[in-house]
């Protein structure tokens, strides 16, 4: 594996996760209480053997900046490395990042000075476990030029993704972007080709691209200075290099989430808290998944009743009543609370007890945290937002859509989304 390098694409503005994209990058969006979502893909990195590993941004990165560079610090006796690539304007290329093909042309001047044999290209908004040594072995096995990661799926969802279809030996053959109607029964293949039982089969007939690709380093640099105006991997460069490259795909059969939009993000982190057996686990001693080390004391609860829920370190929550939600480091909960389905992400600092007795600091009224007898039910609460005493956040008119950005919250999917920093006044009804 030390002949791979891998490059993670950390999307665009992330306009399909704003508002908490508003003032921070897609992959260092908060996830499951104490991690961030690039931590899913560098973790699946270091436990394939992967130490080579860039990752390309250009919205909002300060804190995804500051978070690689105190995370993930490899020993000075070895090559390996996480660092951000930021989009850069230079006299050949005034632009912006136009793709994710895009984004990985205008650094591929950096990538070819490593002596390597493949580029592992991820994206930076996904939620699974894999182990890509395996991916990487089955993309040299069948002598592939490129190979994609894909997941059988079921028609209800398959009109969704970029769909293709393979030939017996697993060879990519043709492509579809979401098709509908007849083009999607079109699409329909024996998956059976790719390792699932007839059963199976019949029930996944389809088969989606999971945004995981892994090139020849030659081939990749062919189809990008050949192809200029393509600007995207998954529409364009794969698709027309399916003609004359070899285009294999590896079967995927584990849980995988793309997260990229509010209500995906939501339900991916109160998945977390199901029981008997959570659609994704982070208590896998083979396979941990990394974060930043913050020395935090451990969560205080003073009387509470916390039912299938995640708590992050460094909380204190009093007399309240929490179930199947997500908490984040440092949440703050007063007594008469009650939070039901939500994902509170916490803060970023810890106000003093001087502070918080005076109302907070002296630009606030409100200190951070949910006020007393306060209730929250399907919701997010981005970090250090001050709610009230007696705030009811429950959507109660059930609105599925609305940007309230003055008041402090978004309404997406029906799930409120309190903005990080937001004050929410005492009494107030949203």
């Known amino acids: 594996m030390k002949r791979v390098l891998s490059i993670i694409l950390g999307g665009g503005a992330g306009t399909r996760l704003y508002p908490l994209t508003k003032l921070r990058a897609k992959p260092a969006v908060p996830l499951a209480g104490k991690y961030r979502l690039i931590d899913i893909p560098v973790s699946n990195c270091i436990n394939s053997g992967l130490q080579k590993i860039y990752v390309l941004t250009q919205f909002n990165s300060a804190s995804l900046n500051r978070h690689i560079s105190q995370t993930y ?100 053959i043709d492509f579809s972007e979401k098709p509908k109607g007849d083009a999607l029964k079109q699409m329909r293949v024996d998956t059976q080709t790719l390792g699932l039982d007839a059963e199976q089969a019949q029930k996944m007939p389809y088969i989606a691209s999971m945004g995981i690709y892994v090139f020849k380093k030659e081939v990749l640099r062919e189809l990008l200075e050949a192809n200029h105006e393509q600007t995207d991997f998954g529409k364009e ?95 703050r909960i007063e007594s008469g609370c009650s939070v039901e389905s939500s994902m509170l992400m916490g803060a970023d600092y810890y106000e003093s007890n001087a502070e918080r007795s005076s109302g907070g600091r002296s630009d606030h009224q409100i200190p951070i945290g949910i006020g007393e007898n306060s209730k929250i039910r399907r919701a997010i609460v981005d970090k250090n937002a001050r709610i009230g005493k007696n705030v009811l956040i429950m959507n109660k008119d059930r609105v599925e859509e609305a940007n309230r950005e003055d008041e402090g919250f978004y309404i997406r999917s029906g799930i409120v989304v309190i903005l990080k920093n937001a004050i929410i006044p005492d009494d107030t009804v949203i």
């Open 73 to 172: 610090n490899f020993s000075g006796f070895s090559d390996g490395f996480t660092e951000v690539l930021a989009a850069q304007q230079t006299p050949q290329n005034p632009n912006w990042f136009q793709g994710t093909a895009d984004a990985v042309r205008k650094y591929l001047w950096l990538f070819q000075e490593w002596d390597v044999d493949e580029y592992l290209i991820l994206s930076g908004d996904h939620l699974y476990r894999m182990d890509y040594e395996k991916f990487i072995q089955h993309h040299r096995d069948t002598n592939a030029d490129i190979t994609l990661s894909v997941i059988p799926i079921d028609e209800k969802r398959a009109s969704s993704f970029g769909l293709m279809k393979i030939d017996d030996s697993g060879r990519i």
């Open 237 to 331: 460069i794969i698709p027309s290099a399916a003609p004359n490259y070899r285009v294999q795909a590896y079967l995927f059969n584990g849980y995988w989430e793309d997260i990229g939009t509010i209500e995906a993000f939501y339900k991916a982190n109160l998945g977390l808290t199901m029981q008997p057996k959570p659609s994704f686990s982070f208590y896998d001693k083979d396979a941990p998944i990394y974060t930043r080390a913050r020395y935090l004391p451990p969560t205080k609860l003073l009387h509470c009743e916390v039912t299938e829920s995640i708590i992050g370190e460094g909380c204190i929550l009093k007399e309240c009543t929490v179930s199947n939600s997500v908490l984040g480091i440092r949440s």
